[in-house]
């Protein structure tokens, strides 16, 4: 793979995640919560432990991928169908529960002492984000992942985690901008399942 194919990749899987990110889930309820019932800079410190969690299962997805495909280099071709599937999975999903409400009720509990061990805590016990980050890795990274982009991959999809969040934490401190972002979840669901859809369509295709 060449340095723009590696540098392509890099954007690729960065816009990726940071789709998957923005589709609001259990994370915005916590960073929304903790900055409506806290302050704002408790809620950024929960994208800090978001974002360390982040560090954690991309770093095991990446380091634990490339050891197999270096000890069983026939299992990547494979490997990568399944990961597309799995991405048409995730289209399927975010679009089916596109109009589920999403409600910040911070009577409802959900706001720790530690804001900074919430977010990790939320982040590692979510298995699904592991094996997204796995299918994503598979579905477009080479058989053999260098050591530079190892490390690019896991500073993206950890800042990601971190800036996004952090707005989220910001503009929860405003009624009306929250009240806004609540409102058009569906839409922001179905354009990143649409997104999600077309992407794993086209890896399993390549895969094929």
Known sequence: MSINESAL?????GLI???AVISPGPSFLIVARTAVARSRAEGVKVAIGLAAGTVVWSSAALIGLNSLFKAMPLVFALMK???????????????KHAKAPLEINVAAGGVSRN??????????SNPKVAVF?????????????????I?????IVSFNEFWWYSLVSVFCGSGPIRAYYIRIKCSVDRVTGAFLGVL?????????
């Not at 990749?9 to 899987?13: D, G, R, Y």
């Not at 490390?151 to 500073?155: H, K, N, S, V, Y």
């Open 9 to 13: 990749a890099l954007v690729s899987i």
């Open 17 to 19: 995640q940071l789709l």
């Open 81 to 95: 169908a399944v990961g597309a599937l799995f991405l048409l999975w995730i289209a399927c999903q975010t679009i």
């Open 115 to 124: 804001p900074y061990l919430q977010g990790f805590l939320t982040q590692i």
């Open 133 to 149: 980050f796995g299918s994503i890795f598979i579905a477009i990274l080479p058989s053999e992942i260098p050591p530079w982009m």
């Open 151 to 155: 490390i690019g991959l896991i500073a």
């Open 200 to 208: 794993g369509i086209k890896l399993l295709v390549d895969a094929a």
